[in-house]
C-alpha cells in the first residue's frame, strides 16, 4: 500500500514562492499528479509527472508558474509554485494510482492521496 504525505504548504504573499513536496513509502506507479481543493468546491488537477519519459502537465491557470518534477532516490514529487496568486490558495494533495499509465486531472481515477497540505495566499 502507498503511502503519500505533503509538506511545504504555508503562508506566502502574492508574488511569493514555494515548494510543496510529497514524498511515498514508494512509488511505483507510472502517474503522480496534484491536485487542489478550496471549500465547497471539487478538487482540481493542477500537474501530472508521467514517469516513463518525465512528460509533465499543466492546468492552464498554472502554466508558465508551476513546476513539477521528482527525485526518485528519495521517492519523492515536488510542485514549485512560483508568482502565486491569491486564487491559488487551497488545500493540495498529491495522488497517483498503480492503473494510470497516461496523464489524468480526473480525480476520480486516483485512489491513494495524501491528507494534503494548506497553501494560503494573503498579504
Known amino acids: 500500500q502507498v503511502q503519500l504525505v505533503e509538506s511545504g504548504g504555508g503562508l506566502v504573499q502574492p508574488g511569493g514562492s514555494l515548494r510543496l513536496s510529497c514524498t511515498a513509502t514508494?512509488?511505483?506507479?507510472?502517474?503522480i499528479a496534484w491536485f487542489r481543493q478550496v471549500p465547497g468546491q471539487g478538487r482540481e488537477g493542477v500537474s501530472v509527472?508521467?514517469?516513463?519519459?518525465?512528460?509533465?502537465y499543466y492546468t492552464d491557470s498554472v502554466k508558465g508558474r508551476f513546476t513539477i518534477s521528482r527525485d526518485n532516490a528519495k521517492n519523492t514529487v515536488y510542485l514549485q509554485m512560483n508568482k502565486l496568486r491569491p486564487e491559488d490558495a487551497a488545500v493540495y494533495y498529491c495522488?497517483?494510482?498503480?492503473?494510470?499509465?497516461?496523464?489524468?486531472?480526473?480525480?476520480?481515477?486516483?485512489?491513494?492521496w495524501g491528507p494534503g497540505t494548506q497553501v494560503t495566499v494573503s498579504s
Open positions: 509527472i508521467v514517469t516513463s519519459d518525465d512528460s509533465t
Open positions: 514508494s512509488l511505483p506507479y507510472y502517474v
Open positions: 495522488a497517483t494510482d498503480p492503473r494510470l499509465r497516461y496523464a489524468s486531472f480526473d480525480p476520480s481515477g486516483y485512489h491513494h
